[in-house]
Every structure is written in C-alpha cells, then in structure tokens.
C-alpha cells in the first residue's frame, strides 16, 4: 500500500479497563480507543513515522485483516512517550 500526501495509517492500541494508575474506564472509553501506533505515513508527513504511537481522530478501515485507522496528519493531536 502506498499512503499519499498527509495520510497516516494507524493501528488502535488495545483497550483497557483500568489504567495503570488504577482509573477504571468509562464504557465510552472502552469502546472508542483513540491511541495508536503509526503502522504509515504519507509524503507530506515529516514529524512520524512508523512505531511512534499517537492520540488521533479516527476514520476506521479493515487492511490485512486488522481494524485499522485513516487520518491526516492535522487530526493527530500529540505523541505519546
């Protein structure tokens, strides 16, 4: 797959029912994972690259067989360390 101009493709993190600091989740929170690891980006794309994991809007996709998520670059609001 070739993703074009400020595309990224995302792969959801796995949802959890409590935090490592021990907050238990909404239902809400449980059903909308908005954290991802970057699986590709576009040309256009200069701050990620593949394995940086992101908080993001999502636009969901099914790509090798896995749930996956299409944004732009504008719809990722941070990285997470």
Avoid: Q
Avoid at 41 to 67: A, M, N, S
Avoid at 69 to 78: G, P
């Amino acid at each position: 797959m070739r993703i074009l101009h400020d595309n990224v493709l995302l792969l959801p993190d796995e949802i959890v029912e409590e935090t490592p600091g021990g907050i238990i989740l909404s239902d809400y929170s449980k059903k909308t994972p908005n954290t991802a690891t970057v699986m590709g980006v576009g040309k256009r794309v200069k701050d990620l690259k593949k394995g940086d994991r992101v908080i993001f809007l999502k636009v969901p996709v099914v790509y090798w067989g896995e749930k996956m998520f299409f944004t732009k670059r504008e719809d990722i609001y941070a990285k997470v360390t």
